[in-house]
């Protein structure tokens, strides 16, 4: 791929920017995955026995006790054996183990390991942290693939940074409109507008850009990783990363995971089964598909697709049946409003999240939203970390064209004209470079690295109200990501419209707070966003940092 060097918006020619910390001729040196095993159980093999034999004892049995001779140790063998066999594996979410995984993609961690509930993970922010350029999963490549991957990457590393630059005056303005008595050139304010200029910057980022993180898992979890570790949409890199963590473990405890069972290989899987059908010799259209999807959206980026039609009503009689009453005791938007009406529910008011542990706030898991959803790779990795808002997200292979770039523009890019023509020309001439990697015989697996923080990702995601409150809640806030709040609007916006009674009640964190008259309203502390949300309806939300 090439982009004329009299353009100054060649971005992928461009030369670097001043603000980057690379040092011109330096050579970035490219790690793979490093695992680390820094806490876990000292005998999760013999707990999770224990854990089985205690459900039939009159006493409490221990870890030892199943250790203690030959008999127990046989004993406890078959015990491990019949149980998994039989599908009975609460015992294995006993045990716990927590890693440090560093060198690892951030596709990789979309895909795998936040793709389910089952986790906990801190992970290093590409909004608040600057990406380098060594920062980068390199795929085993034949060389002259490998050179335009490397090249392709290291230019949009390139861009990232001058896409900072170009866009800080941009949030220079919009900080100065918000806080007109601070100096944005001055410390700290100075930081504060770098940090949201790579925020946006990083949505030209390569999905191969590497992060490290705490992640925690229980045994359970980790017996699932092993079995689909070879699935789509990264088995290259989830096997590699999965391997050390077996490893780590067995240093630990080699018992707990001799009895594994063994990966699944990626062709026994139903997504590759059904991927090859529909896009192998004969593909279907995807450009029919990403059409389709698109137009139940219209305009939007998360529309309500489905939700129960007596929400209200059947959560206003589960609140009468918590507290034993009959309805003419308690009106239908009585019961709603104790609930919802953070004046008379002070667990809103709380940073805690407390609805699952309330007689009263459960109520909400009998109201339910169904959404399609269009947003970037990047706003979805926080998305699914809202674990009780599943999703069914895409094997993201099914949704690539080589010669249709595909992606979300933010806000602030829309913002400034010089930034949005580098930002456009930058991913248009990105998919190119992948059609052409492509034609050099890169697997797609491999290819699809490359893509853009910025591409589409399309998909539905449901959940009841209990989980959506939260995730609203937060999102809602003006410190959220832009794409994140901005979707979260839609939703609450929509759900007003289809259950009021509800959506009356849904809003920022600040807005709770001062219903519940807990100060302060905002609870950022110094990053309060500069504007008064807690006085606005949702519909009047307004940003554009």
Known sequence: MSIDSRSPTGALNAPPPSSGPVTQGETPT???????????????????IATARTCYSPTVVLPEDVDKDEKSRLQRDAIAQSIFKAGHHTTLQHATFQF????????????????????????????????????????????????LYLKTARDLMDAYRRLTDLLIPTVRSEYKKLFPLR????????????????????????????AHLYHTVSGLTLHRYHRLCQSFDTPWEQKRVVDQMIAEVRVLDPLFVDRMEDPLPLDQTPEY?????????????????????????????????????????????AVRSVMGLPRAAMSDDD????????????????????TAHSKLCRTMAHMHFTFAKKISHTADSQDQRHRMTPASRPVLSGHFVPDFPDYITPVLIQHNAEAKEFYDVTLTQLWRRLAELLSLGAPEEFVLYLLPNAVSVRFEESGDLMGFHHKWTKRLCYTAQEEIWKTSQEEVLQVQRVAPRVGRYLGAPCQLRAASATRPFCPEGDRFCGVV????????YARII
């Open 335 to 354: 019961a709603l409003d104790r609930v919802l009406n953070p004046a008379r529910n002070r667990y809103l008011g709380e940073s805690l999240n407390l």
């Open 30 to 48: 490219f790690q793979g995955p490093r695992v680390r095993l820094v806490n876990a159980f000292k005998t999760p093999y013999n707990n999770a």
């Open 183 to 210: 100096d944005p050139d001055q410390k700290p304010w100075a930081k504060y507008v770098q940090r949201r200029a790579q925020e946006v910057a990083r949505y030209v980022l390569p999905v191969a850009t590497q």
């Open 533 to 540: 949300v807690w006085k606005k309806n949702v519909d009047q």
């Open 100 to 147: 440090i995984l560093e060198n690892v993609s951030r596709h990789f961690i979309w895909s795998f390991l936040h793709s389910h509930p089952f986790y906990n993970s801190e992970q290093v922010s590409q909004r608040y942290v600057t990406v380098g350029p060594d920062r980068l999963t390199v795929p085993p490549l034949p060389e002259k693939p490998l050179a």
């Open 273 to 317: 089964r059904s991927h090859r059908e529909f896009h192998g010799e004969k593909p279907v259209s995807t450009r029919v598909f990403l059409k389709e999807f698109d137009d139940r959206l219209k305009w939007r980026s998360s529309c309500l697709v489905d939700y129960k039609a007596h929400g209200e009503k059947v959560m206003a009689q």
